[in-house]
């Protein structure tokens, strides 16, 4: 079982910042990869970033040049920072990692891009 907590969501005027963490705890040693998915309303839920094992990456077209996911070993933790915000990146952002065979998800972080 792996568990997982998102924080660093807010209110941000468009343009601006935010840093996403989410913490994972559990049977870490089992993690692969680790990714972030948003859901706006009324909308299906998208994949945003993937950052791997070995620390590739790789970002939806929408936010690519803009986020940045990173992984820290150390605190088994997962980051996306997220830069130029607009505001059709509000949604709930979630933190998802894969461990052996099974996805786990934390409760998700909201992100409001408004002025």
């Known amino acids: 079982q792996v568990q997982l907590v998102e924080s660093g969501g807010g209110l941000v005027q468009p343009g601006g910042s935010l840093r996403l963490s989410c913490a994972a705890s559990?049977?870490?040693?089992?993690?692969?990869?680790m990714n972030w998915y948003r859901q706006a309303p009324e909308k299906q839920r998208e994949w945003v970033a993937t950052v791997t094992r070995t620390l590739d990456t790789n970002y939806a077209a929408s936010v690519k040049g803009r986020f940045t996911i990173s992984r820290d070993y150390n605190k088994s933790m997962v980051y996306l920072q997220m830069n130029n915000l607009k505001a059709d990146d509000t949604a709930q952002y979630y933190c998802?990692?894969?461990?052996?065979?099974?996805?786990?998800w934390g409760q998700g972080t909201q992100v409001t891009v408004s002025s």
């Open positions: 559990g049977n870490i040693f089992s993690i692969s990869t």
């Open positions: 998802n990692v894969r461990a052996g065979d099974r996805d786990y």
